[in-house]
């Protein structure tokens, strides 16, 4: 072998520990003289990293292979909609005004969410209750799918009002403001009474429910950081374009609603028929303390290559300092859009930091800074 | 609750190279649970799986690398590598909402283990279309196979031994020198 190729040996054996504590103090007396050989033990993990990590991504595509699942959105909202209208709809839709077009009892359609998961379970495996695709059951699930849509419509009627509890955290119904509360849980009975109420009257808005998912971002104390968000691929009933409100007045066709405190919010839907729905519920927008991240942290280098510097995401860090007991610098970097995110517990001169607690110092561009201490425990 | 003798069979499984019984063991026991997580919290089930996919990924790497702990549940490796994952996504994604942190056991280390950026994987894959066809070959068997040179001699046709561990250290030379030539890639390892 030649004297070239050696020194990449002697360091994989430095490396794996094989060496003995002789041959260890001569090459660790090497690397503190020897700049080219701190450089080569770096470039030598990281080609371990690379080979290990080339091999380790290909499991990627086996994986995306193995939970493939092609029809998973139809089947948990499109499939929900499809029973519904063959549930329902002739009874229903046929006898509205074609430009009302009401999404009649959706929460009817919403139940059939988690029920059609759980009724899949039973008739499929009897033991599941994810909806997760195996390798094995994958194609199984999709047949399952379709014979239980019908299996579905017909239990409907029987199974419903237990069904409709589990519905309410799935997702959300919003029923027509001027109905009574009680309409939410319908049974298929009180429906028929509802469609021909509808007959008689000629209110496009009527009957009317749109279903949607929300959810919320937290708002800084003290602050107008908090949001509200429609997930609009999931808004279903009335005509689209939709605009929402939280006053009723003021009503924005983004799909969120910024900028709010911490607070109860009511929420208006309004469709381009410009029927107007109040979702059920009051939507929270909680809060939370921007100012103060977690403080403390514990760092195992042996066990994690990095710890991530809990920079406050609301605001841009300007740089980072670590310290040591003693209050000596052992670590400082310049931070640009976040970067570098974590430490690997070397100092700025490529030593390992001792273990015990290291103050920190975050510094933001606005002036401020956070504090806190990261224990490196080894 | 733990069951020990499971976990470590996942991970000789893991070492040895026996994939598909690692990963149907994980879609039965950890995907569930990581896709709980993620669509309690503002995802949905896609989301969930690359999640875990991502996870998984670290764990592999992690345990390949010799860095796994082994006291460490793989469940609760998962877990908290995919929770982690999930914050900075939301976090990205600026829908900034408390993760709920109820189900975390041991919440004092970063779980974040030999994660793989998609930078990382990018300069994965220059670094090794760069070194050519027979040192991508044999370095997975020395350093991720981690067979003996004698099994990488026979697998590759070499006369022997000798010629096998020759062969390596040229390949691994050659890797690591292009490394070494490229400081932003040092400094994105090295993160």
């Not at chain 1, 003289?33 to 595509?61: H, R």
């Not at chain 1, 499809?82 to 999404?103: E, H, T």
């Not at chain 1, 017909?154 to 309409?183: F, R």
Request: glycine letters at 6%; aromatic letters at 6%.
């Amino acid at each position: 072998m030649s004297e070239d190729t050696q020194i990449w040996e002697q360091i994989d054996r430095y490396l794996s520990g094989e060496m003995n504590p002789t041959e260890r103090d001569v090459f660790e007396q090497a690397i503190a003289s020897d700049k080219q050989l701190t450089e080569q033990i770096e470039a030598s993990k990281i080609a371990s990293e690379v080979v290990v990590g080339f091999e380790v991504l290909k499991l990627k595509a086996q994986m995306t292979k193995d939970l493939a699942k092609p029809k998973h959105n139809f089947g948990k909202y499109g499939l929900g909609l499809l029973v519904l209208i063959m549930v329902s709809g002739v009874a229903y839709f046929g006898l509205n005004s074609p430009a009302s077009k009401p999404r009649s009892a959706s929460s009817t359609s919403v139940s059939l969410g988690p029920a059609q998961v759980g009724t899949l379970a039973a008739t499929d495996q009897g033991t599941s209750n994810a909806p997760i695709a195996t390798p094995a059951n994958s194609p199984k699930t999709k047949e399952g799918t379709a014979s239980v849509a019908k299996e579905l419509a017909n239990q409907k009627t029987v199974e419903e009002p237990q069904k409709q509890v589990a519905v309410v955290k799935e997702a959300v119904v919003i029923q027509k403001s001027i109905e009574e509360p009680a309409k939410h849980k319908v049974s298929t009975e009180d429906k028929k009474e509802v469609s021909s109420q509808v007959l008689k009257k000629v209110d496009v808005c009527e009957g009317l429910s749109i279903q949607m998912d929300l959810y919320t971002s937290a708002s800084c104390k003290g602050g107008h950081t908090g949001a509200i968000h429609v997930k609009m691929q999931t808004l279903k009933g009335g005509q689209a374009p939709y605009t929402f409100s939280i006053d009723a007045e003021h009503y924005t066709d983004a799909s969120a609603l910024v900028d709010l405190e911490a607070g109860s919010y009511k929420l208006f839907v309004k469709d381009a028929n410009a029927c107007s729905l109040q979702y059920p519920n009051t939507v929270v927008v909680k809060e939370i303390s921007c100012a103060e991240p977690a403080k403390e942290f514990t760092y195992n280098p042996a066990y994690d290559p990095a710890w991530v510097i809990p920079y406050n995401t609301h605001k841009n860090a300007k740089s980072v300092k670590i310290f040591d007991k003693s209050g000596r610098e052992v670590f400082t970097a310049t931070v640009h859009n976040g970067t570098p995110n974590d430490w690997n517990g070397d100092s700025n001169t490529g030593l390992n930091v001792g273990m015990g607690n290291h103050p920190y110092i975050i510094e933001y561009t606005d002036g401020t800074i956070d504090k806190g201490t990261i224990m490196i425990v080894r | 609750m733990t069951d020990n003798s499971k976990d470590q069979e996942i991970i000789d499984a893991i070492r040895t190279g026996n994939n598909s019984f690692v990963l149907n063991h994980l879609y039965k026991i950890a995907l569930p649970k990581i896709i709980r997580l993620v669509v309690q919290n503002n995802g949905d089930e896609e989301e969930a799986k690359d999640v875990f996919q991502d996870a998984v990924i670290a764990l592999f790497n992690t345990v390949k690398l010799n860095k796994y702990d082994e006291r460490k549940e793989i469940d609760g490796f998962l877990y908290f590598v995919a929770r982690n994952l999930w914050i900075n996504r939301i976090k990205k994604k600026n829908r900034q909402q408390d993760i709920m942190d109820t189900e975390i056991k041991e919440v004092n280390e970063s779980p974040l283990v030999s994660m793989i950026s998609d930078e990382k994987q990018a300069a994965i894959n220059e670094l090794m279309n760069k070194i050519g066809s027979q040192c991508r070959e044999l370095l997975k068997y020395t350093m991720h196979d981690g067979l003996s040179m004698k099994e990488v001699a026979e697998k590759m046709g070499f006369a022997g031994e000798t010629v096998a561990k020759s062969t390596h250290y040229r390949c691994k030379q050659k890797l690591a020198t292009i490394i070494q030539g490229n400081k932003t890639l040092i400094t994105l390892f090295k993160e």
